[in-house]
C-alpha cells in the first residue's frame, strides 16, 4: 500500500483527497503548510506528494523546487493540485520538478489515473 503525503492549507481539500485516496486504497497523511511538509517529506519519505500551489509563506512551487532538488527527496514524485488554471502555472509547476498538473475542481478519475501512472506497483 502506497503512502501518499498531501500539502494542502485546506481542511476541506485535505479531506476530499484523503477519503478518495484512502478509499482506492492508500494510506494518506496531510500538513498544513510547505514549510512543515518540506520536513515531513524528508523524514517520512512518502511514495508520493500531492502539493497545493497557493499556502501561506512558502508556496507550492517553491516547495516542489526545494524537494526535487534535494538528493533525499528527488525521487518522490510530486502532484501538483491547484485553483491556478494558466498554461503558464502548469509549464512553470513541471519546470519545477512536478511529475503532474491537475486543476481544482479535481475529477477523482484523473486523479486517480495520474498516481496509477506514476506508482502502478503501489495501490
Known amino acids: 500500500m502506497a503512502n501518499i503525503l498531501i500539502i494542502d492549507d485546506s481542511p476541506t ?12 486504497g492508500y494510506q494518506v497523511d496531510s500538513i498544513g503548510n510547505a514549510e512543515d511538509g518540506i520536513e515531513r517529506v524528508r523524514a517520512a519519505k512518502p511514495d508520493l506528494v500531492i502539493m497545493d500551489v497557493i499556502m501561506p509563506g512558502m508556496n507550492g512551487f517553491q516547495a516542489t523546487r526545494t524537494l526535487t532538488r534535494d538528493p533525499i527527496t528527488s525521487n518522490i514524485p510530486i502532484v501538483m493540485i491547484t485553483t491556478k488554471s494558466m498554461e503558464t502555472d502548469r509549464v512553470w509547476g513541471l519546470r519545477q520538478g ?26
Open 98 to 123: 512536478a511529475r503532474a498538473f491537475i486543476t481544482k475542481p479535481v475529477n477523482e478519475k484523473d486523479l486517480l489515473a495520474c498516481i496509477n501512472d506514476l506508482l502502478p506497483n503501489a495501490a
Open 13 to 24: 481539500d485535505v479531506r476530499v483527497f484523503t477519503t478518495l485516496l484512502e478509499r482506492a
